[in-house]
């Protein structure tokens, strides 16, 4: 199965993201179809900040170093790594050579804006035709600023749409209703069920982050437990990006 055929509306695609070779080997290993990868995990496995087009180099590492994993793999590029198109369609037919399915490209600055709409159109343009599935990704509710209706619309050139912070069902089912594209949504632990969003409509949940946090958050349980001391809670997106270099 393509990994286009696996965005299902219904019947979403679950997909887990890793952020080395360790994380994305292990859950290959568990027998999920595809696996993403997340830019926080990447840039916190690197020392490097986050969302800020710091980590092109070990992103395309990552990828190369997964390929042959026997599974389809996703990126996240965060933004391209760059505003300018050629140089975004320059690194999608480099990962698509490395046999990448697909790419997630998102409109969120590190300043806490969003990008032009007319240039992440170009931008998503500049992605399309190299055989690679380009997620487009708002950051509408994820940065609190923005028209999703709006921005969903604008990227409907895009082969799927990715929102996340969008949690209500209603809302969510709205979204899916209002685009051609599948829908894309990020699992949260006291959000909806998989089987709510499947029958919201929703074709892809990806963990983003969750996984690497959580695996953090395991990590420093064991090492407290010899101290005799209680487990951590799982640290927030927030809380491992403030203690990245800036």
């Known amino acids: 199965m393509t990994f286009r055929e696996l965005h299902r509306p219904g019947d979403p695609l679950v997909l887990p993201n890793a952020w080395d070779y360790g994380s994305a080997a292990y859950l290959a290993a568990q027998g999920f179809p595809a696996?993403?990868?997340?830019?926080l995990g990447v840039a916190a496995a690197y020392g490097k900040p986050d969302a800020a087009g710091a980590t092109k180099a070990e992103t395309i590492e990552l990828a190369e170093a997964i390929r042959g994993l026997g599974v389809l793999v996703t990126v996240d590029i965060e933004g391209g790594f760059s505003d300018d198109p050629a140089e975004v369609s320059d690194l999608v037919a480099a990962?698509?050579?490395?046999?990448?399915?697909g790419v997630n490209l998102e409109d969120g600055r590190p300043d806490g804006t969003l990008r032009p709409i007319e240039l992440h159109q170009r931008i998503i343009e500049a992605a399309l035709g190299h055989g690679v599935f380009v997620n487009a990704r708002t950051d509408t509710c994820w940065l609190r600023t923005g028209d999703t209706r709006e921005r969903v619309r604008a990227y409907a050139h895009a082969d799927g749409i990715f929102v996340p912070g969008l949690t209500g069902l209603g809302?969510?089912?709205?979204?899916?209703?209002?685009?051609?594209?599948?829908?894309?949504?990020?699992h949260q632990p006291d959000g909806p069920t998989i089987a709510q969003l499947a029958a919201a409509g929703v074709a892809r949940v990806s963990t983003g982050s969750l996984l690497y946090r959580a695996a953090l958050r395991e990590a420093a349980a064991v090492a407290l437990a010899l101290r005799g001391e209680q487990p951590p809670s799982i640290?927030?997106?927030?809380?491992?990006?403030?203690?990245l270099p800036r």
Do not use: K, W
């Not at 990962?95 to 399915?101: E, I, P, R, S």
């Not at 640290?235 to 203690?243: F, G, M």
């Open 95 to 101: 990962l698509a050579a490395l046999g990448v399915a």
């Open 235 to 243: 640290p927030t997106y927030a809380e491992i990006a403030e203690s």
């Open 171 to 186: 809302e969510i089912a709205d979204v899916a209703a209002s685009t051609p594209l599948p829908l894309n949504v990020l």
């Open 35 to 39: 696996i993403g990868t997340t830019s």
